[in-house]
């Protein structure tokens, strides 16, 4: 198959055109952060970033994957990253804890391309990730707690020199 970007490594894949995503990372690279849910994109479970843009991965046939830089809940990092990984755990974000790694991957994507979400950017890019548990306002809450603590790095940053 070829040569893929996951979380900033390359990685030699020998996958059927059509087989998803999803498996290549869960059972050929064993990341099984990565969620299988639904398999039809419907759950949101899978949601993995190509070029900081969520997506299911269990509707990414590897045919379509070329030099997109693949990011999974394992290879989630920067600046929104570690913002979103405080504030979930300051907010107590999770129940059950399924929907998560889905959950922060599309709140990372969100915040690379808005840093300053509305609660109705925040719902849009959210609605595709079901969360059983109702956890959407928890979720809102530190997405907002997220953005505010990437400004205020950048801030201190800039500040520093």
Known sequence: MGILNINGSMVQIEAAPDM????????????TGTKFGCGVGICGAC???????????????MSSLHT?????????QGREAQALKAAWIELDVVQCGYCQSAQLMAACALLKHKPNPTDADIDAAMTPVVCRCGTYPRVRAAIH????GVKEAKGAKERQG
């Open 145 to 148: 707690l997220a953005a505010k």
């Open 20 to 31: 998803p995503l999803l498996w290549v990372l869960r059972c050929d690279l064993g990341m």
């Open 47 to 61: 949601t993995i970033n190509l070029d900081d843009v969520a997506c299911f991965a269990c509707q990414t046939p």
């Open 68 to 76: 997109q830089k693949i990011t999974t809940i394992e290879g989630m």
